[in-house]
């Protein structure tokens, strides 16, 4: 089944130490999105690729980065994390920017999702 | 205040029915969404409406849509332990494929 793939599902890491997080999809969607979840709170976008251009939100930190290398993959790197930094991240594809799926509804499918703890 | 607002939490007895609501700001919002979130996973699609729509019917799943109110509800008919889950509404703008999430009802279904 097409769908949107997320590893690792849990990653342990130090204050300080670099973490990449990975996404890849199998659907062909232009669009592929960051979003960082913690609880009870709004998913958060942090950025997003349409094709190849990248656009980030004005409040994520620069600790975050994040690298397309092709349509199917997409990378989430966090510099150096902090403890704030602790949540789930989840990864979600978008057939066609703004003229979305059927009947031009913006669907996204996520993948699972990676939860990340700081230690 | 948030673009989209729900409430935290609903708990519910097997077999009622749950009603999750949800408002927004925007009053050019083209589309609307429902998302499920079950513990652990990531978010999936429900169902949406479009805007000009007043309501949405999908086997046990309602949406009303009242456009004056800026009022969205998704009424889940004979809830049951499968459908707790945190529900997420979200709003899409004109041709914006950046959709606006609230932070999510968290339904709770006991015996």
């Known amino acids: 089944d097409a769908m949107v793939i997320q590893n690792p599902r849990y990653q342990v890491t130090q204050f300080g130490k670099p973490v990449t997080l990975s996404c890849s999809q199998t659907?062909?969607?232009?669009?592929m999105y960051w979003y960082q979840q913690k609880s009870s709170q709004a998913p958060k976008l942090l950025f997003h690729?349409?094709?190849?251009?990248?656009?980030n939100e004005a409040d994520t930190p620069d600790n975050f980065q994040s690298r397309r290398p092709n349509t199917s993959f997409c990378f989430l790197d966090i510099r150096s994390p902090g403890l704030g930094d602790a949540a789930m991240y989840l990864c979600?594809?978008?057939?066609?920017?703004?003229?979305?799926?059927?009947?031009?509804?913006?669907?996204?499918?996520f993948g699972a999702g990676s939860r990340l703890t700081v230690l | 205040g948030e673009d989209v607002e729900q409430s935290l939490f609903l708990s519910v007895r097997e077999g009622d029915s749950s009603v999750i609501n949800c408002t927004y700001t925007?009053?050019?919002?083209?589309?609307l969404y429902w998302y499920k979130q079950e513990p652990g996973a990531g978010l999936q699609l429900l169902t949406y409406?479009?805007?000009?729509?007043d309501m949405k019917q999908d086997q046990r799943l309602t949406v009303l849509l009242n456009k004056k109110d800026k009022h969205l509800s998704l009424r889940i008919a004979d809830t049951q332990t499968g459908d707790s889950a945190i529900y997420f509404c979200a709003e899409s703008i004109g041709g914006s494929y950046i959709p606006t999430f609230g932070r999510g009802t968290s339904l709770i279904v006991h015996p």
């Open positions: 690729y349409y094709d190849k251009d990248f656009n």
């Open positions: 925007d009053s050019s919002s083209t589309y």
């Open positions: 659907l062909n969607h232009n669009v």
């Open positions: 409406i479009f805007s000009n729509m």
């Open positions: 979600a594809t978008n057939p066609r920017g703004g003229q979305g799926g059927p009947g031009g509804a913006n669907v996204l499918t």
